[in-house]
């Protein structure tokens, strides 16, 4: 039997949110200066952290570098502000929004 979402009425397998909060966020992506002269990129106002992890995994993968998440902020290691920016368009989050 298929579950009924009890605010919408509608089943709840119609129902994806996730495309219309990628849509909504405000990103913002610098490169700031780290300890000892290395530059890392980070990545603010993505609001899951369980979709921070995933972004942060795709990320290391297509740019071949480290990184870690905090909270909800992503942090790589090297000046990726550009590559960062093309693979969040790509997952769906809006150019207009990303601040690069």
Not at 15 to 38: C, H, N, P, V, Y
């Amino acid at each position: 039997m298929v579950e009924i979402d009890k605010i919408t009425g509608l089943p709840k397998e119609l129902l994806d949110f996730g495309d219309i909060t990628k849509e909504s966020q405000k990103i913002k992506i610098r490169a700031m200066q780290a300890r000892f002269s290395k530059v890392v990129t980070v990545i603010s106002g993505i609001e899951e952290e369980a979709e921070a992890k995933r972004l942060e995994k795709e990320m290391k993968k297509k740019l071949a570098c480290g990184g870690t998440v905090k909270g909800t902020q992503i942090i790589l290691q090297g000046k990726h502000v550009n590559k960062a920016k093309e693979i969040l368009r790509k997952e769906g989050y809006k150019e207009e929004l990303i601040d690069a």
